[in-house]
C-alpha cells in the first residue's frame, strides 16, 4: 500500500540554527500537506502543495513539492524555541477518495 | 478550536468494557477520519468516511467499530479491548481533498 516516509524522526538543533525535514512518498501524490503538533496537542494545518515543483513560504517556513510529486520538504530558517513540535507531512494519492496517509513526523526540539 | 469536537477527552477502561468515542463536526465536511497515534507508530489512519461511506478500514482489528450516522458525526465503539490499545484517539474531517481539521483527540488507556 502507499506510504510515506518521513526524516530525520529527531532533531535537536540550538536556537537560531536552520532545521529541514523531509518526505518521501512510495506512489505520486496529488498534493501534500504539511502539520505541526505541539506537545499534547494535536495536529495543526500548515500548508498544501498541488503543483509539481511548488515552492511556498510562510515566514520562516519554506515548502518545497518536488518534480515528480513524490517528495516533499519543510525548512525552517533561524529557528525559534516556539518551533518546538512534530511536524508531519501528509500525502494525498491520486488514485483514493480521500485517504490521508501522514509521515512518522519529525519532533524537533530547539534549544535556548 | 478547530469545529471537530472529540469526547471524552480522556477515558480508562477494563478490557472486558464497551465503549465508544465520539467526533463532531459542523464545518459542512463530507469527509471524517480515525487516526491512533502511540509511541510506537504515530498518526495511524485506521478509517475513512467519505460521504459517509466508509471508504477505508486499514486493517483495523475488530474489536474496533466505526460508525457514522451522518456526515456531522463520527463514532468508535469499542469493545474487549487490549493494553497495547492505549493511545490517543484522534478524529478528523476535511473536504474530500482537502486540509484536514483535528480534534483535540482523547487519551485512551486500556487496563
Known amino acids: 500500500g502507499q506510504q510515506v516516509m518521513q526524516i530525520p524522526q529527531y532533531q535537536h538543533v540550538q536556537e537560531g540554527e536552520d532545521f529541514t525535514t523531509y518526505c518521501n512518498s512510495s506512489t505520486t501524490l496529488s498534493n501534500i500537506q504539511w502539520y505541526k503538533q505541539r506537545p499534547g496537542g494535536h495536529p495543526v494545518f500548515l500548508i498544501q502543495l498541488v503543483k509539481s515543483g511548488e515552492v511556498k513560504k510562510q515566514k520562516r517556513l519554506t515548502f518545497q513539492f518536488g518534480e515528480a510529486k513524490k517528495n516533499s520538504s519543510l525548512h525552517i530558517t533561524a529557528t525559534q524555541t516556539t518551533d518546538v513540535g512534530t511536524y508531519f507531512c501528509?500525502?494525498?494519492?491520486?488514485?483514493?477518495?480521500?485517504?490521508?496517509?501522514f509521515g512518522q513526523g519529525t519532533t524537533l526540539q530547539v534549544k535556548p | 478550536e478547530t469545529g471537530v469536537t472529540q469526547t471524552p477527552r480522556h477515558l480508562v477502561m477494563g478490557m472486558t468494557n464497551k465503549k465508544s468515542l465520539k467526533c463532531e463536526q459542523h464545518l459542512g465536511h463530507n469527509a471524517m477520519y480515525w487516526y491512533k497515534q502511540s509511541a510506537k507508530k504515530p498518526l495511524e489512519l485506521m478509517f475513512v468516511y467519505s460521504l459517509e461511506e466508509r471508504v477505508e478500514n486499514n486493517s483495523v482489528p475488530s474489536r474496533f467499530s466505526p460508525e457514522c450516522p451522518n456526515s456531522s458525526h463520527l463514532f468508535l465503539h469499542l469493545h474487549t479491548l487490549q493494553p497495547e490499545d492505549s493511545a490517543l484517539y484522534l478524529c478528523?474531517?476535511?473536504?474530500?481533498?482537502?486540509?484536514?481539521?483535528f480534534g483535540q483527540g482523547t487519551r485512551l488507556t486500556v487496563v
Open positions: 501528509a500525502g494525498l494519492s491520486s488514485s483514493n477518495t480521500g485517504k490521508l496517509i
Open positions: 478528523a474531517s476535511s473536504q474530500v481533498r482537502g486540509e484536514a481539521f
